[in-house]
């Protein structure tokens, strides 16, 4: 044997070596983007165990993301420096105007066992309003300016039948919680409200109010709980993993919606009844926080 192949067969033998004494290379981490809030630390918390779940089930680092506001989870999205995401449904139907991404999982929770909940306007049974037409000139309560059910969806449905609430109503407010709003019908502060069903049930289940002194005068179509998406591009077997992970987090709690009973199957098309409510109410979506 030559010198030149002893060298040959030394430096080939010298790189597996190497090769076998170098790990592989480590999977590059999940980014997940989170629902703003004031406290970015207390957001990553209060979302840990499910992000753990994630993690051992996926066998990848998952790491999560919070921006001051929801156009920035939206951009890092747009910018493929997130993965995955969730997202408010108005929030979402702006993400999938600008950036390549699609709902694809939403949460249900053992509370409710449902992922969507609806709008509903109430008033006391003794005041014999049976129908929206019936509140003219009427004190009214919204929640808040950005509540879906407490403001968005009852307003465009009131746009719908005809009645603009700020010349319908004699008198509005915004009480700032879907509670203080029951409360004010029940205790006869307002004439009306406009609150989530799933408040309403649970505040009769604490015996806050009772069922048999109110009265729904209207109720929206159902409203898509906040989705999780992701980027469209992504490889599609991890995809099935992500969503099959999701799927399999039960009895976890993930923010103030509850304890987890798993994530379902959703699609960009169950977010059209947030669209159409948008265009109703001529929203500037990028206002939406």
């Not at 949460?107 to 049974?125: E, L, N, P």
Request: proline fraction near 5%; charged fraction near 20%.
């Amino acid at each position: 044997m030559t010198t030149l192949s002893r060298l040959r067969r030394s430096l080939i033998a010298l790189t597996l070596c190497v090769m076998a004494a170098t790990p592989a290379a480590a999977a590059p981490p999940i980014t997940i983007g989170l629902i703003p809030a004031e406290d970015s630390q207390a957001m990553i918390e209060s979302s840990r165990q499910v992000l753990d779940s994630l993690q051992q089930q996926l066998g990848m680092q998952v790491k999560p993301f919070v921006a001051t506001d929801y156009n920035g989870v939206i951009e890092a999205l747009r910018s493929k420096k997130l993965d995955v995401a969730y997202l408010g449904p108005f929030s979402y139907v702006l993400a999938s105007s600008v950036a390549d991404v699609e709902a694809f999982a939403v949460a249900v929770t053992k509370k409710t066992g449902q992922s969507a909940y609806k709008s509903v306007i109430i008033a006391r049974k003794d005041s014999g309003f049976a129908k929206t037409a019936d509140l003219k000139g009427r004190t009214f309560a919204f929640v808040d300016p950005t509540s879906a059910s407490g403001h968005l969806f009852p307003k465009a449905g009131l746009l719908q039948a005809g009645h603009d609430p700020d010349a319908f109503f004699g008198r509005v407010i915004f009480s700032g919680s879907h509670d203080a709003s029951i409360l004010a019908v029940a205790n006869k502060k307002v004439d009306a409200a406009a609150v989530a069903d799933r408040i309403l049930a649970s505040a009769i289940a604490k015996g806050q109010v009772k069922q048999d002194d109110l009265e729904i005068v209207w109720s929206s179509n159902p409203i898509p709980e906040s989705p999780m998406v992701w980027r469209k591009d992504l490889d599609p077997a991890l995809k099935a993993k992500i969503a099959q992970a999701l799927a399999n987090v039960k009895d976890l709690p993930w923010g103030d919606q509850g304890v987890l009973n798993g994530f379902q199957p959703t699609n960009d098309a169950a977010y059209n009844v947030v669209r159409d409510t948008a265009k109703v109410l001529k929203l500037d979506l990028r206002s939406m926080k």
